[in-house]
Structures are given as C-alpha cells and as structure tokens.
C-alpha cells in the first residue's frame, strides 16, 4: 500500500505522538518508525539516531535498524578513532551547522565524499539524508536515513521525512532525559539507590530495612600523599585507585554507594540464609581482588612522589535502613544503623592495628567458621565489645576463604 506523502507523514506524526511517546527503547522506536514509513511506501533501508550523551565513559549512542536485519544499539567512547571518523562525517556538519545532508551515492566514488558513503555503497544504498533534531534544550542531535530504492529517495518522500523531525526529535529528547537521569543518578549514588529514586523514593525518610554485608575499604598512607602531590595529580592518582576498588566490588554483584574521603562504602544485599552466605563470600572475594589489583598498581607504579599504597577492608553484616537522611533541601541516599556503625568501628579498628581484612562475629556466623580469630576489641559507641577475625592470609594466598567449613568450600567451589 503506497500513500499519498502528506497523509503518511500525518499518519507517523499521529503515531509518534501517541504511542510513541514514552517509549525508552531507542532500537524499538527506530524500527516501529521504519515500519510505519515501509508501511506506508517509503522505501526506507536504514535509520540511524546519533545522540550525544551526558556519560562520564560514553560520548554519543546511536540505534541502528536495517532492513536486512540488524538491529543494533552502539554506544561511542570519546577515542582518538572515533574523533577522527568524527571528522569527516555528515554527523559533524548536522551537529555544528544544524543543517540537514544529502548524499546521493553513485556506483563509482567521489573525490571528498563523507567516509560512511563507501560502505553504503558497498552495502547497495542509492541515497543517504542526515536530518538535524532540535532538542528543547537548545542542542542538536541526528537521525539518517537510507535508501536502496534505484532512484533515490524523491522530493516527496524527503519531505516526509522532514516533517516527521520535530514530534521524533521530542519522543527521543524525552527518551534520553530519562537515560541520562538514570546515568547519573546511577553514577552518582549507585544503581540500587539510583533506581529506588527514580522511581519516587525521594521524601525525607523514605527507604526500607533491608539485610546486607557492609564493606569499608579504606586507602592507607593517602593523607601523607595528598597533603603533597597537585590537585590535578591527586585526583588521577585518587581515580586510579577508587577505580580498581569499585571494580572488584561490581565484579562480585555489591554496589558502592559512596566515598568518604579515602574511604569506599558498599553494599551486598541478601534476603535470606543461603543468599546471606553467598552475599558474604562475594564480599570476601572482592576483598581478595581489591588486595590483589592495589599490589598490581602499586608494582606499575615507577613514580618517587606517589609511594605504595594498602588497603584496608572491614566486612560487617545486618540490617540497615536503606534510604533518604539529611535536610529539607538536601538528602543523601544512604544504608544507617548500628550495623553500619560497627563496620566503620571496625574499619578504624583495622587501621589502627594496621591489618588488611577484619571480619565481624556477625560474617563469621553467616560463614559457619571462625577461622583466623584476630580476638576482641572495645570500639567507641558500644559497649560490648567485638570479636573480629582476619582471614587475611587465605585472601592473598587464594587459599580457601573458609577453611574448616565444608559448606563453604563447596559454595566456594560453584
């Protein structure tokens, strides 16, 4: 069925603004707009978005529909490769000039032409148009569209896709404030906590009692450092360490939800005996990979004025309040309580006596074994004192985590 251009633009327009709107899945709205368009005539082959993003990895993402199947979402990082690709692209043109690009693609190549042509061509495209999408904001982001039509696209079918720029440029806009409010509230305050905001958990109080490992890990001898190197040192230096930190506790499925100073808090939430156990060995293992990484950075590390670190790490377990605290104007997501309070009481007590991993009585119950007592200590703020273990040892040397605990070394070995 072929229609008229104007009454197929109108019927896209409806579309885009009714059950379009809202839709988040950007490959999922490109290949629903190739449909309707196909549908409608328009011998439409390819489409592509190219977004620019506010990420702190990635610069740009782009979803790519094709009629021979591909269904693809890239996503760009800030490379030299991709600045250089960036430069003689119709991408640049629409983004600095916020002018729509037409290339007719011929069988033989063009002195000059955009670096994307040669593969079209070779892909067996005849036209190719990059349209700019004005965002509210001010910015101007992309959308191409292909052809392997013999003739091209004609005048009335490019017209239709221009009058179909503004409602898509608002479906998208709208699709990519709500990605890059879960950037960065993921970035920011963690994916968990990110989520639960997003979501409307936002009043002061708001939150829940949740069950989980709390994990201090803190940098020692950083104070000594920064009070000597730059700013714009210590922050790489900072960054390169947080980084190798953050990474092991991700690889084992805990979130960090903040850092303190020189120091990471992170979670490893459970909800009941076996996940409470799994949650406490995947703490354990993200503590032998922190070790493990910081030793690696510190061998790399040639430079006189930023001498080898260690790294400190208390394992505590309970129940927290996972939730907003703070001011009227001002809230922190955040996990509080006496079990939160003793995994910090232990983190000092662990610098104090300057030893890498200290465990509570609370992870040795979960575990099923007491292995490598440290012994017991009186910490401010309560007033029984605590019993804490090092396995220490196992976690540098790979050894068991748990060694007189045969469960543990059957969840250990799965």
Not at 15 to 28: K, M, P
Not at 334 to 362: C, F, H
């Given at each position: 069925?072929?229609?008229?251009?104007?009454?197929?633009?109108?019927?896209?327009?409806?579309?885009?603004?009714?059950?379009?709107?809202?839709?988040?899945?950007?490959?999922?709205?490109?290949?629903?707009?190739?449909?309707?368009?196909?549908?409608?005539?328009?011998?439409?082959?390819?489409?592509?978005?190219?977004?620019?993003?506010?990420?702190?990895?990635?610069?740009?993402e782009g979803a790519v529909w094709e009629s021979s199947g591909t269904r693809e979402l890239r996503r760009y990082l800030a490379t030299e490769e991709v600045n250089e690709a960036y430069q003689n692209s119709p991408l640049k043109v629409v983004y600095t000039e916020q002018r729509p690009v037409r290339c007719r693609i011929g069988a033989e190549a063009e002195p000059g032409e955009f670096t994307v042509i040669p593969d079209?061509?070779?892909?067996?495209?005849?036209?190719?148009?990059?349209?700019?999408?004005?965002?509210?904001?001010?910015?101007?982001?992309?959308?191409?569209?292909?052809?392997?039509?013999?003739?091209?696209?004609?005048?009335?079918?490019?017209?239709?896709?221009?009058?179909?720029?503004?409602?898509?440029?608002?479906?998208?806009?709208?699709?990519?404030?709500?990605?890059?409010?879960?950037?960065?509230?993921?970035?920011?305050?963690?994916?968990?906590?990110?989520?639960?905001?997003?979501?409307?958990?936002?009043?002061?109080?708001?939150?829940?009692?949740?069950?989980?490992?709390?994990?201090?890990?803190?940098?020692?001898?950083?104070?000594?450092?920064?009070?000597?190197?730059?700013?714009?040192?210590?922050?790489?230096?900072?960054?390169?360490?947080?980084?190798?930190?953050?990474?092991?506790?991700?690889?084992?499925?805990?979130?960090?939800?903040?850092?303190?100073?020189?120091?990471?808090?992170?979670?490893?939430?459970?909800?009941?005996?076996?996940?409470?156990?799994?949650?406490?060995?995947?703490?354990?293992?993200?503590?032998?990979?922190?070790?493990?990484?910081?030793?690696?950075?510190?061998?790399?590390?040639?430079?006189?004025?930023?001498?080898?670190?260690?790294?400190?790490?208390?394992?505590?377990?309970?129940?927290?309040?996972?939730?907003?605290?703070?001011?009227?104007?001002?809230?922190?997501?955040?996990?509080?309580?006496?079990?939160?309070?003793?995994?910090?009481?232990?983190?000092?007590?662990?610098?104090?006596?300057?030893?890498?991993?200290?465990?509570?009585?609370?992870?040795?119950?979960?575990?099923?074994?007491?292995?490598?007592?440290?012994?017991?200590?009186?910490?401010?703020?309560?007033?029984?004192?605590?019993?804490?273990?090092?396995?220490?040892?196992?976690?540098?040397?790979?050894?068991?985590?748990?060694?007189?605990?045969?469960?543990?070394?059957?969840?250990?070995?799965?």
């Open positions: 069925m072929v229609l008229e251009a104007p009454l197929l633009a109108a019927n896209v327009v409806q579309w885009l603004y009714s059950e379009a709107v809202g839709r988040q899945d950007s490959l999922e709205l490109v290949e629903d707009l190739a449909s309707h368009l196909r549908e409608g005539g328009l011998p439409v082959d390819r489409i592509t978005t190219a977004i620019l993003l506010l990420h702190p990895n990635v610069r740009a079209l061509r070779a892909e067996g495209y005849t036209d190719y148009i990059a349209l700019p999408m004005p965002f509210s904001d001010g910015s101007t982001k992309a959308v191409t569209f292909a052809t392997k039509a013999p003739a091209g696209f004609t005048g009335a079918q490019i017209g239709v896709l221009e009058s179909i720029i503004r409602p898509l440029a608002i479906v998208c806009e709208l699709a990519t404030l709500r990605r890059t409010a879960e950037t960065l509230l993921d970035t920011y305050v963690g994916v968990r906590a990110g989520s639960k905001v997003l979501n409307g958990t936002v009043k002061r109080g708001d939150g829940e009692w949740i069950s989980a490992v709390v994990s201090f890990a803190d940098l020692r001898g950083f104070t000594r450092i920064s009070n000597k190197l730059p700013a714009d040192k210590l922050i790489k230096f900072l960054n390169q360490y947080f980084g190798a930190m953050t990474a092991a506790v991700e690889a084992h499925g805990g979130e960090v939800l903040k850092y303190i100073g020189d120091e990471i808090m992170a979670i490893f939430p459970y909800s009941n005996e076996d996940e409470a156990k799994d949650a406490a060995k995947r703490a354990l293992l993200a503590a032998r990979q922190t070790i493990h990484s910081i030793e690696e950075i510190n061998q790399a590390n040639i430079c006189l004025e930023t001498p080898d670190l260690s790294v400190g790490i208390a394992l505590h377990a309970g129940d927290v309040f996972f939730g907003n605290v703070g001011s009227e104007t001002r809230l922190d997501f955040t996990v509080i309580g006496p079990v939160v309070n003793m995994a910090a009481r232990i983190a000092e007590l662990a610098k104090d006596m300057d030893v890498e991993v200290l465990v509570s009585d609370g992870i040795a119950d979960i575990m099923g074994c007491r292995s490598g007592l440290f012994g017991e200590y009186q910490v401010k703020g309560f007033d029984d004192p605590v019993r804490v273990y090092s396995p220490a040892s196992a976690l540098r040397d790979n050894a068991n985590l748990c060694p007189d605990s045969t469960a543990m070394r059957a969840l250990e070995a799965n």
